[in-house]
C-alpha cells in the first residue's frame, strides 16, 4: 500500500483558514487521493477526494500538487467543531479498503 | 448521522468469551467493512463483504470471523476473546466496493469492547 506522510499535528484559530498537508510520492497512477476526518467519539466521516484536479465540496478543498506526490486539505474557515484527526489516505489499487496512518490532529482555538 | 447503524455502542466482557457486533449498512450500500481501532494499532481494516461474499481481508485474527447476509446486515464475531482485544469496532459501507471504482466509505458510531 502507498504511504502517506502527514505531520503528527497542527493548530489553527477559530474563523481562519487551515492548511493541511499529506506527502505521498509513491502514489501509483491509479490511486486516488481521499482525506477523512475523525472527531472524538465518533467514526472517522468522509471529507473529500480528488485524482489528478483540485476539487471543492461544502466541507473543504482539495488542491493536489501536479506531480501528484503530494496534496493539501484546505478548510476555508476553521471552526471549533473542525478540531479533528485528518487521515490522507490512498486507494489501493485492488479494492476500496481504507489505509489509515496517524493522521493529523488538528486543534482549533477559539 | 451516516446512516450506519452498530449494535451494540458498549460490550463488557471476560477473557475467553465470545461476542457479536452487529452493522446494518447505509440503504442501497453493497459493500460492508469492519475496522478496529486500539491506542496502539490505530484504525485498521479488517474485512469487507461485498453483496454477501468476502471481498478483501485485511488484518482479521483467525479467532475472528464475519458474515454478510441476504438482508446485507453483517455481524462480526470475536471468539476466544484476549485482554488484546479491547478496542472499538467500527462497520463502514459503500455503495459498491469494487476494484478501480472509487467510491466513499461511511462509517457508524462504532461499538467499544472491553475484555476483562
Known amino acids: 500500500d502507498a504511504k502517506t506522510t502527514q505531520p503528527n499535528s497542527m493548530e489553527s484559530n477559530e474563523e481562519e483558514p487551515v492548511h493541511l498537508p499529506c506527502n505521498h510520492s509513491?502514489?501509483?497512477?491509479?490511486?486516488?487521493i481521499h482525506w477523512y476526518r475523525q472527531l472524538p467519539s465518533q467514526g472517522p466521516e468522509y471529507v473529500i477526494h480528488?485524482?489528478?484536479s483540485n476539487v471543492n465540496n461544502r466541507m473543504a478543498s482539495l488542491a493536489i500538487a501536479e506531480d501528484r506526490k503530494s496534496s493539501t486539505l484546505i478548510l476555508h474557515r476553521a471552526t471549533l467543531r473542525d478540531a479533528a484527526v485528518y487521515y490522507c489516505?490512498?486507494?489501493?489499487?485492488?479494492?476500496?479498503?481504507?489505509?489509515f496512518g496517524a493522521g493529523t490532529i488538528l486543534r482549533v482555538k477559539s | 448521522d451516516s446512516g450506519v447503524t452498530q449494535t451494540p455502542k458498549h460490550l463488557i466482557t471476560a477473557t475467553g468469551q465470545r461476542v457479536t457486533l452487529r452493522c446494518s449498512p447505509r440503504?442501497?450500500?453493497?459493500?460492508v467493512y469492519w475496522y478496529q481501532q486500539s491506542l496502539d494499532q490505530g484504525l485498521q481494516f479488517l474485512i469487507q463483504?461485498?453483496?454477501?461474499?468476502?471481498?478483501a481481508k485485511g488484518n482479521i485474527l483467525e479467532r475472528f470471523s464475519a458474515q454478510q447476509f441476504p438482508d446485507l446486515h453483517s455481524e462480526l464475531n470475536l471468539s476466544s476473546l484476549e485482554l488484546g482485544d479491547s478496542a472499538l469496532y467500527f462497520c463502514?459501507?459503500?455503495?459498491?466496493?469494487?476494484?478501480?471504482?472509487?467510491?466513499?466509505?461511511?462509517f457508524g458510531p462504532g461499538t467499544r469492547l472491553t475484555v476483562l
Open positions: 480528488g485524482l489528478t
Open positions: 509513491t502514489i501509483s497512477g491509479t490511486d486516488y
Open positions: 463483504y461485498y453483496n454477501g461474499e468476502e471481498r
Open positions: 440503504s442501497g450500500d453493497l459493500s
Open positions: 463502514a459501507s459503500s455503495v459498491y466496493g469494487l476494484p478501480h471504482l472509487t467510491d466513499t466509505q461511511y
Open positions: 489516505i490512498l486507494s489501493p489499487p485492488d479494492g476500496n479498503k481504507l489505509v
